[in-house]
């Protein structure tokens, strides 16, 4: 029964990481409703720029997260403004922009392919030490416990500035109607242009902290997606909490289902447990019908 304590950590690690890649995947939903399939290879871009930075410039590891979420938030901004703006204006389906956010992802992974190779890198760790904490007879590392503690201050930051700003009113009005919106004096391009960096940047952050943990290879962005996803979905997608609480749920379910089985089994455990949801509780746990 000793493994316990540690399953139970390794799911609270599991749902950190879920977690902010929902997080950020249900911002931009949550204002354009549609699915970008890029947001997992922009997440990955953060973390290669962090290892481009810190291992090949040297340059100090604060700095270079700092930039990293930069240039992760600018990757998601320049998407919106040059590929999924235009869309818009023409009227698109959400199909067309959900083919286009599968064409950034694909040129995306293919240039951190192209600049540093298909090889798995490390990012090490963020100072000189390696601490491990002891919770209750399950052990966390120092960036796994700061990965837990991001997820809490990303998500009530998000949940401060979507309830109590003029900035979250007008990202929950263009959800409700972009044309409305305009009429009532919204500049909603410049708001959804925002979105898309603040939901990319926080991306960006699940990608330098995974490169961090466990390393970075150019397709992990895929996998990162798919679980942010059926995380917001088993929440409630374009729900803050929901999306959360479904990362963390997904999180458990995966690694106390694959206690007496192999580890193989965990992407088929997330996908069953989406299905179970679709079936019966298609809206999430938060969501609306």
Known sequence: MDIIPQLIVNSIIAGSLYALVALG???IYGATRFFNLAHGAI??????????????LHWPAILSIIIGLIVAGLIGYLSEIFIYRPLRARKSSHMVLLVASLGVLTALQAIVAILFTSQFQT???IDSTN????????VITEIQLIMLLSVI????????TL????FGKSVKAISDDEEVSKMVGINTNFVVGIVFFVGSAIAGLAGILSGYD???????GMSLLLKGVIASIIGGIGNVYGGVLGAFLLGFVENFGIWKISGEWKDAIAFGLLIIFLLFRPHGIFGKK
């Open 153 to 160: 201050i990303v998500m009530l930051a998000l949940a401060m």
């Open 123 to 125: 990012l090490g760790q």
């Open 131 to 138: 601490r491990t904490f002891n919770i209750f007879g399950g």
């Open 214 to 220: 466990t390393g970075l290879e150019p397709t992990m």
């Open 25 to 27: 995947f249900n911002l």
């Open 163 to 166: 309830r109590f700003t003029f």
């Open 43 to 56: 997440a990955v871009a953060g973390g290669y720029t962090v290892y481009f930075l810190t291992k090949l």
